[in-house]
Nanobody, 120 residues
Framework: QVQLVESGGGLVQAGGSLRLSCAAS????????MGWYRQAPGKQRELVAT???????NYADSVKGRFTISRDNAKNTVYLLMNSLKPEDTAVYYC??????????????WGQGTQVTVSS
């Protein structure tokens, strides 16, 4: 079982920056992939960025060059540094992970979400 707790959301002016954090806790063997999704009102949830346990990253085209995902394996924490924020980045941001919770079981987990609002 894995619990994910996000923090760092808030209100920021266009062009500003925010740093989101997501800490994983519980009982698991390992966390293979951690990432961030976002969902704006009336829109589908979309992938923002992912990072593997080996440090390989993947970004949505809309955030490449502006957002940076990183992780601290010792703290079981993933971060999302968001620079040059745009109003279109406004959404609820969700932390997610694929975790090996037993020798034979891999499950997806989601955090509660944190609101990011970018004003023009």
């Amino acid at each position: 079982q894995v619990q994910l707790v996000e923090s760092g959301g808030g209100l920021v002016q266009a062009g500003g920056s925010l740093r989101l954090s997501c800490a994983a806790s519980g009982s698991f063997f390992s966390i293979n992939v951690m990432g961030w999704y976002r969902q704006a009102p009336g829109k589908q949830r979309e992938l923002v960025a992912t990072i593997t346990d080996g440090g390989s990253t993947n970004y949505a085209d809309s955030v490449k060059g502006r957002f940076t995902i990183s992780r601290d394996n010792a703290k079981n924490t993933v971060y999302l540094l968001m620079n040059s924020l745009k109003p279109e980045d406004t959404a609820v941001y969700y932390c997610t992970t694929k975790a090996v919770v037993t020798m034979l079981t891999i499950k997806d987990y989601w955090g509660q979400g944190t609101q990011v609002t970018v004003s023009s």
